[in-house]
């Protein structure tokens, strides 16, 4: 079971990212899938999340309108495009995979956002 996130990257403000969360080893489309992010010396906060088949999806209001998630259930990946990024945006950006008890978490993607 793997969980492998990239994308990430420096980028100046008001660019965009997409980053990519994929899965192995996993019946991927049963699990809830969300993005959490932490910024140095701050707790991890969630940022997005979709469901399983992708209808469900939502979104923390410091991102709404920005940032889209999405999921591709025959490539066992889900995406979090990023748009009008801000230096506030910087932070290591986690994938976490959640079906009932089973919980796992990629090593993280860093993202920068800095002119």
């Known amino acids: 079971l793997q969980v492998v996130e990239s994308g990430g990257g420096f980028v100046q403000p008001g660019g965009s990212l997409r980053l990519s969360c994929a899965a192995s080893?996993?019946?991927?489309?049963?699990?809830?899938v969300a993005w959490f992010r932490q910024a140095p010396g701050k707790p991890r906060e969630g940022v997005s999340c979709i469901s399983g088949t992708g209808d469900y999806t939502a979104y923390d209001d410091s991102v709404k309108g920005r940032f889209t998630i999405s999921r591709d259930n025959a490539k066992n990946t889900v995406y979090l495009q990023m748009n009008s990024l801000k230096p506030e945006d910087t932070a290591i950006y986690y994938c976490n995979l959640v079906w009932g008890s089973d919980d796992y978490w990629g090593q993280g993607t860093q993202v920068t956002v800095s002119s």
């Open positions: 080893g996993f019946s991927f489309e049963y699990y809830t």
